[in-house]
């Protein structure tokens, strides 16, 4: 267990676990490293919870080829890369996080890569200068009932709420987006992804889908307001 840590200015990372297992990372303060605030490699079954991590110089949590992991009640803000980062890591619950700020438009709230099966529900960001989830490469996933808002002046592919690209059979529900710039929800590239019941408000296009993009399912969703 490690908890109840105070953790500034590491010169690498916050908290880096490798090929460790069934740990609790809970009730940290992690600021100001030099890299990412958590980062598990090759480790499994862990929990992540209760933490407050910010102003690191990378992400905030970075998993590397580690599955079934919880990820939850964290507060992530103001973080040099993304939110929280999956690479190559399947099975992982992301839930009830606050993810707020990105120091960098090119970095997401969460970003998922050559990831499977993985849960995100419940969490709330605010403020991501880039897309707020965005997966690449990424298939089985359940994206719901996250809360994303920010209104921003984003350009070009910076600003969606929920990015899709090159991922299929995902299903994303339940999800409400407010004021996120270009898109609501953008898929490129992905197939057979269910989208579905979601509220998207005052953006530029709701839902867009484009380049070679097939056998999704895009019904019922609520599109109240959009430009």
């Keep these: 267990i490690v908890e109840n840590n105070q953790i500034t200015d590491s010169g690498g990372y916050g908290i880096y676990l490798t ?6 990372i809970s009730n940290n ?12 490699d090759g ?14 110089d990378n992400h905030g949590i970075y998993l590397a080829d580690s599955g079934s992991n919880n990820i ?7 973080n040099g890369g993304a939110g929280i980062d999956l690479s190559g890591s399947d099975g992982n619950t992301i839930s009830n996080n606050t993810i707020e700020g990105t120091e960098d438009s090119a970095s997401a709230g969460i970003f998922v890569g050559t990831s499977d099966d993985n849960v995100i529900k419940n969490n709330t960001f605010k403020d ?47 999800n409400n987006i407010n004021d996120k710039g270009i898109d609501g929800i953008f ?12 509220m998207i408000e005052d953006i530029g296009n709701g839902i867009y889908v484009t380049s070679s993009s097939d056998d999704n399912i895009i019904n019922p969703n609520k599109l109240p307001h959009h430009d």
């Design 19 to 24: 090929g460790s297992n069934g740990n609790t």
């Design 29 to 40: 303060t992690i600021k100001d490293s030099d890299d990412d605030g958590i980062y598990l």
């Design 43 to 56: 480790s499994d079954d862990n929990i992540i919870s209760n933490n407050t991590i910010k102003d690191n």
């Design 72 to 78: 939850s009640n964290n507060t992530i803000k103001d």
């Design 128 to 174: 991501i200068e880039g897309n707020d989830i965005y997966l690449s490469a990424s298939d089985s996933n359940t994206i719901s009932d996250n809360t994303i808002y920010h209104v921003c002046d984003c350009t070009d592919y910076d600003g969606r709420g929920i990015y899709l690209t090159n991922s299929d059979s995902n299903t994303i529900f339940n």
């Design 187 to 198: 898929l490129t590239g992905s197939d057979s992804n269910t989208i579905s019941n979601n």
